[in-house]
């Protein structure tokens, strides 16, 4: 297989030897995870502050007529507590968030101190405004560091938050605050990206005109910019009005380590996006742990993950993972080309950043400018590379090895989902050798297994759908409001294990390849997007009577999103319709799922019982019209010549 002819990046002696584990470390831990998790676990644990310490560590159960996960089930304690009180003795005075603004004359530094105040602040607010323990909080917020607090403000009273990416449209927004049953949103006048002004706070309006949002109360809005907005007398509070006046003590809210956390909407393969649930204690220890081990993070690290917070990497490794372990966490509210290409170097020079973990796709948007768009940095501070969202082409990884670190920093490529909670499969730099666009091992206590579409679980090399075996701390405990449709998700397609939805391949080194989704997901710019929810987005317009989604290789967002549109009857297919139906595809979800291609489909190429044959259509977006395979169970064939002849990717 050509993979094995990639070149083989051996661990650098000076990294082994200051790393948390060697390739012997990684070896006996590993070991013990999987043969004795209540004891790996439980001395885990211990990196947390417990009011109460758990006794039962272990007790979960992947059996689909009864999907139960617990971790830690007894056991008590705070994650704002965590993050914050704790370390404010030995680091008070320690930098907690180093803030970078779209506008790279706008930064600032926030110590553990002041972003303890500050939680403590807005808790106050919180429950002054009647928010408490199990209430549900949406989030709806810029890259500032009100988003960081708001989150740990809720976990401090025991407050639910849902956050949701900036990038979201108000119906997107309404589907969310309805699915949470929200009773508070906290947003901003407008968030600013790339120069341009998002009206947040515009949206959350038309978001709370839809029906079924009634259930939300109140809005808190933080003044980023004072750009123009509407205001709802009796709904509508200004943050710093609500929470300056606040008393700086809060008690930490005493949380079972079975209690919700946070919900995050993620995509799927069908239907509405789910809100997956994650709760308090296996979260906080497996988020701290990969943080600190993944990362080799190390006191004193100035860590940057270029994340948005509204998406699960965010929340742990900006966010949860990097406070618990009292890092200095990096949040950046602007896009990585923006004013120059070479933003990202110039941010990791002017903050002495030694670990960035990013997205291939800001990779390979940076390749596109070729080397010299990193030449207005040094970027001597960096230590070590990371990437996280999808499968990193070689090319890319090489870029990144040889450009971005200057062939002297490791490149960990994580594998990980929202479900997860954290990373689950991913070289430890001091561990592992690295193979350009192979995750490699599996992380302390993760069972990975490779399953052929019979259920059969393959050995040694093989390639298959990637399933775990048994469960880890961080994974998520179900679908808020909806568990049936947890275990139907990811425990029903094999008996007994947790499936993930990837393809994968596993090498005779025992590494794993990830090769993606193996379902109707795409993978837009490292973006779940389910092919279901654009679909109905399209057919949600009069003009359109069937519309198939799939995803096609994008040079730069590493799937595209190709539209195939069947018009109703007597309707003219014009240019003018496809820019109306793009802009219903943003009105609906966000600028985010745009379409990058729409063909006019007379009719879609089908089975003889109604199935969409997405194969096909895959094929033609690709421009791969030579191995279409085989379609003679199609009911009239011929739709698939005049697709191919007037594809538009060619
Ligand atoms: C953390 C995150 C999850 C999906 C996942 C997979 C893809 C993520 C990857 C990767 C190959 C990697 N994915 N990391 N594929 N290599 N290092 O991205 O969560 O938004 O839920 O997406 O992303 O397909 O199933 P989420």
Redesign the pocket.
């Known amino acids: 297989m050509s993979e094995q002819h990639h070149d083989v990046y051996p661990v650098r002696d000076d990294i082994a030897a200051n790393a948390w584990a060697d390739k012997a470390e990684y070896a006996a831990m590993y070991q013990r995870s999987i043969d004795d998790p209540e004891g790996f676990w439980a001395e885990q644990a211990k990196r947390l502050d417990w009011i109460k310490a758990p006794t039962k560590i272990k007790n979960t159960s992947f059996d689909r007529d009864n999907v139960d996960i617990r971790w830690f089930e007894d056991g008590e304690l705070n994650v704002a507590a965590n993050c914050l009180d704790r370390h404010l003795e030995i680091r008070g005075g320690d930098t907690a968030i180093i803030w970078e603004g779209d506008d790279p004359a706008e930064s600032c530094h926030i110590t553990y101190a002041e972003l303890y105040d500050r939680t403590n602040q807005l808790a106050n607010a919180l429950k002054e405004m009647g928010i408490g323990k199990g209430d549900t909080v949406t989030l709806y917020m810029p890259m500032i560091p009100e988003a960081a607090v708001a989150m740990l403000a809720c976990a401090r009273i025991g407050a639910v938050h849902s956050v949701i990416f900036g990038g979201f449209s108000p119906d997107a927004i309404a589907q969310r605050v309805i699915g949470a049953q929200s009773k508070l949103v906290i947003t901003a006048d407008e968030s600013v990206r790339g120069g341009k002004h998002v009206p947040l706070k515009d949206n959350v309006d038309a978001a709370l005109t839809r029906e079924g949002t009634e259930v939300c109360e109140e809005v808190l809005v933080v003044k980023r910019t004072g750009g123009d907005i509407d205001w709802h007398e009796g709904r509508d509070v200004w943050y710093h009005e609500m929470v300056d006046k606040q008393a700086m003590a809060c008690p930490a809210e005493a949380m079972n380590a079975e209690d919700p956390l946070f919900i995050l909407y993620?995509s799927g393969s069908t239907g509405a996006p789910k809100g997956l649930k994650h709760t308090t204690g296996g979260y906080l220890t497996y988020a701290a742990m990969t943080h600190q081990y993944v990362f080799d993070y190390h006191e004193g690290d100035v860590y940057w993950c270029t994340a948005d917070v509204g998406?699960?990497?965010g929340h742990s490794y900006i966010v949860y993972g990097p406070l618990a372990n009292g890092a200095t966490t990096l949040m950046f509210e602007g896009v990585p080309t923006y004013p120059t290409h070479g933003r990202m170097g110039e941010i990791v020079d002017k903050h002495k950043v030694n670990i960035l973990y990013t997205a291939p796709t800001a990779i390979r948007a940076f390749m596109a400018h070729g080397d010299s768009v990193m030449d207005s940095s040094s970027r001597d501070s960096l230590r070590l590379l990371g990437?996280?969202?999808?499968?990193?082409n070689p090319e890319a990884w090489e870029w990144f090895y040889r450009v971005m670190g200057k062939k002297r920093c490791p490149i960990v490529?994580?594998?990980?989902?929202?479900?997860?909670g954290g990373i689950m499969?991913?070289p430890l730099p001091g561990a592992t050798p690295l193979k350009p666009g192979s995750?490699t091992k599996p992380f302390f206590g993760v069972q990975p297994a490779i399953m052929d579409s019979e259920g059969q679980q393959l050995e040694g090399e093989a390639e298959g759908n990637l399933v775990i075996l048994d469960s880890w701390p961080g994974q998520a405990r179900s679908i808020w409001g909806d568990h049936a449709r947890f275990v139907s998700t990811y425990f029903s397609t094999y008996d007994g294990v947790y499936f993930?939805?990837?393809g994968c391949r596993r090498d005779a080194d025992g590494d794993y390849w990830?090769t993606?989704?193996v379902d109707d997901?795409l993978?837009i710019s490292?973006?779940?997007m389910g092919t279901a929810e654009i679909e109905s987005a399209m057919v949600a317009h009069a003009a359109v009577a069937e519309a198939a989604v799939v995803g096609y290789p994008h040079d730069i967002k590493g799937q595209g999103i190709y539209i195939y549109v069947t018009l109703g009857d007597d309707v003219e297919p014009t240019d003018e319709l496809k820019k109306e139906l793009t802009q219903q595809v943003r009105k609906e979800i966000g600028p985010i799922a745009s379409p990058d291609i729409i063909q006019w489909a007379p009719s879609l190429p089908k089975t003889r019982s109604g199935k969409i044959m997405r194969r096909i259509l895959r094929k033609i977006a690709a421009n791969e019209c030579d191995g279409l395979g085989d379609t003679s169970t199609l009911a009239d064939p011929s739709v698939v010549d005049e697709l191919i002849e007037h594809r538009v990717n060619r």
């Not at 490529?413 to 997860?420: A, F, I, Y």
Request: charged content about 20%; hydrophobic content about 35%; aromatic content about 10%.
């Open positions: 993620t998406w699960v990497t990437t996280v969202g999808e499968p990193i490529d994580t594998w990980w989902q929202t479900e997860n499969i991913a995750a993930t939805g990837d990830i993606g989704r997901v993978n490292g973006h779940r």
